[in-house]
């Protein structure tokens, strides 16, 4: 049978490991007798569960003690209303500033726009969103209540690779969600750290929230009250009944990750990985990447075919070698792989070999 | 070994037949070489999962053609705030109406109340939340924006198992939660049905919204998009990613309803149960549920041994006879035995039986 490499950009492919247990223990979890599903989430086994995920995330990006993690609903796009809800409310006539770098970004705009005025203090859009504007560009508010960035662009493949430097007291939010336990991340540098699970952590379903005590306790009246961050902390995120099994799920991957050595083990593969891919991308122009070459997301690769109507072929063949979901985002169109944790290096090596294959190099 | 009944109000059993078909497809679901957590919300192998779920769910509960069925995040505590800020747009100065009978619809008020004026119509407060108070005595507003009701209270283990009148043109909306799919139910009487999964209708972490038509495409400006019930709708459920995984457990409980019997039949079954149970609570004064037995509900049964000091001996009794989670809400105290669809009758039977053992029948 094929080897499958999943390049989903997410849900997206989980560690085979992971897959083995949760279906092992998808009747019986360790002689409860119950499914992880089944368990109240209240009780001791999933309590214990739950403490598991949350010390182990906490260890592998090194999260500081005066940071919270939250176990959330609603996706990412869910908290780009709840983070403006919580965090507006800090001050009078608040202003929240943006870096536009691509569509996820953009949809963060929109949705904050709602709760507060919005500062868009640099924007790709006239690079049609291939690089980061130079931060000498950004035009930022200084008593900005929280300058909002989204790290990794899923759809547009740019990477923020650094952490810029803000006005005195103007929080970071950082929308890492399809780049989060990639590389490594000084979390004390950030005021909210937020991402979907089903990219790099676990099933669709489980939102991340990773922040800094003193942001918690100023959401806005309006606000549902099982998307008050003070609600969600001071109930061990379950306010409201947790989505028990992606925890599960995301505590299982948040293991592996630890056995395979750790967030910078991991980035070391994730550079390796990247590296294979563009190279291949790079080699002539059969196939082109449009991104500035500093920018390049190690973990979502958007590319074009020089000759579009080779399109259909070449899915055809890629998915005939058992390489599924390559078709690029419907917004932009062309093909993208995501290369996330849990894809192989095998795996990339396989995409490289179709890719020059397909080439006729 | 011993076979294990879970009692749990939920997150609660689910069809042993379910978890074993999930278990087998965990790496391969119908050879497309992914699990389903693997797969994006937006391929093939996923939307005919979820359609096939969505018409399955119609087909149980005979849903309307003017209804929408959305499958949503955030649980029925969500859902408090969201209904309000989807339906109290439609009208000017907005009044929403309540019947307070117990846990569940006391939180759904404190929380409509942020967003509209709320009349409480009527109240079991002097019963203790015994009994749903009489139609006659309710004080509903005619031109409410909606009548709320918890159809099923978990906590207090009370049903309404009738479908009240209402002023016409005011749409009721019932938080069925922990009843759905246990009982025929005439959808067109309501104008929202809604509930968290986790009870009767798969994992924590999906809600199921029905909708008539009309009341959707009301969201207030201040309703985050994520939740608006028409970017909801108009994209079957996939304005932001949903659940993928939760959907497709859910899809295989509605499965096996249907092999079941469909509603119907699980809902004579259901009567069954509880006759069961509840004929050994009442056999003498030694276990006491104190629910009007015309509102007695026949999913959560809560009760109280009259001898308060041997509930330990009670749960550690039962729970070496693999009854389990038996203990009652932190709330109320005592006992609560859950017995949704998925309990069989031979789990309420081992109960009765330890029941009379314990009392010494």
């Known amino acids: 049978m094929t080897t499958i490499y999943n390049f989903s950009a997410g849900p997206a492919v989980l560690p085979k490991e992971v897959l083995q247990q949760a279906a092992a223990e998808m009747l019986d979890w360790h002689g409860s007798g119950m499914s992880v599903m089944e368990m109240s989430h209240r009780g001791p086994e999933f309590i214990s569960i739950y403490r598991a995920a949350e010390r182990d995330l906490r260890d592998l990006l090194a999260v500081p003690d005066n ?43 929109k949705e904050a726009a709602r709760y507060a005025k919005v500062n868009v203090a ?6 049609r969103y291939t690089r980061v504007p130079p931060q000498s560009e950004w035009k930022l508010t200084p008593d900005a209540a929280y300058l909002h960035l989204c790290t990794n662009e899923t759809i547009d493949g740019v990477e923020i690779d650094f952490v810029p430097e803000v006005p005195a007291g103007v929080p970071i939010v950082a929308d890492m969600s399809s780049h989060i336990l990639s590389r490594q991340v ?38 549902p009250s099982a998307f008050d961050w003070k609600n969600v902390a001071e109930n061990e995120s379950m306010f409201n009944t947790p989505p028990t099994y992606g ?23 994730n550079i390796e990985k990247a590296r294979l891919l563009y190279a291949a991308l790079d080699a002539d122009d059969f196939y082109q990447n449009r991104v500035d070459p500093q920018y390049r997301s190690r973990m979502n690769v958007p590319f074009y075919l020089r000759d579009e109507s080779k399109n259909e072929a070449f899915l055809a063949g890629a998915k005939a070698r058992g390489l599924l979901q390559l078709k690029g985002h419907k917004s932009v169109g062309g093909m993208r792989a995501s290369i996330y944790n849990a894809m192989p290096i095998e795996g990339v090596q396989a995409l490289v070999d179709y890719l020059n294959e397909f080439a006729g190099r």
């Open 67 to 109: 940071y919270r993690i939250l176990f959330m609903q609603g996706g990412g796009l869910s908290q780009n209303a709840v983070i403006p809800m919580n965090l507006v409310g800090r001050k009078r006539d608040p202003v929240v500033d943006f870096i536009h770098t691509g569509s996820w970004s953009g949809k963060s705009i």
């Open 122 to 127: 640099a924007s790709a859009q006239e690079s």
């Open 186 to 223: 000084d979390v004390a540098k950030y005021g909210v750290i937020f991402g979907g699970a089903q990219k790099n952590i676990g099933p669709a379903g489980v939102t991340v929230v990773i922040v800094r005590d003193d942001l918690i306790g100023h959401a806005l009246p309006i606000c």
């Open 247 to 269: 925890i599960y799920i995301a505590g299982l991957v948040f293991q592996w990750l630890k056995r395979q050595g750790g967030i910078a083990a991991m980035e070391q593969r």
